[in-house]
């Protein structure tokens, strides 16, 4: 899936420039993005849009060509979610 695929680009960013934070909150990501069934990839969708917040944002830490693929994956994943329910 290529949100699990642009997820594990952007852990390994945090990965390179240690920011343990997003480190931790990106890890479980990527496998949930591609292991998860209907209702649980929903919410795997949710958390990582979380991870865009106004007051905390991995925006504001990691580079933009890794954050925006996510962002833009993740936004698309509930409007195809739904054309499959």
Same mark, same amino acid.
């Given at each position: 899936?290529?949100?699990?695929?642009?997820?594990?680009?952007?852990?390994?960013?945090?990965?390179?420039?240690?920011?343990?934070?997003? $480190?931790?909150?990106?890890?479980?990501?990527?496998?949930?993005?591609?292991?998860?069934?209907?209702?649980?990839?929903?919410?795997?969708? $949710?958390?990582?849009?979380?991870?865009?917040? %106004?007051?905390?944002?991995?925006?504001? $830490?990691?580079?933009?060509?890794?954050?925006? %693929? $996510?962002?833009?994956?993740?936004?698309?994943?509930?409007?195809?979610?739904?054309?499959?329910?």
């Amino acid at each position: 899936m290529i949100a699990a695929r642009h997820a594990d680009r952007l852990l390994a960013s945090a990965q390179e420039r240690g920011a343990a934070r997003w $480190v931790t909150f990106l890890e479980p990501l990527p496998d949930r993005l591609r292991d998860e069934d209907l209702p649980g990839l929903r919410a795997a969708a $949710v958390r990582a849009r979380a991870a865009y917040g %106004p007051k905390d944002s991995v925006l504001d $830490v990691l580079p933009n060509d890794g954050t925006e %693929p $996510v962002l833009e994956a993740i936004d698309r994943l509930p409007r195809e979610i739904n054309r499959r329910s």
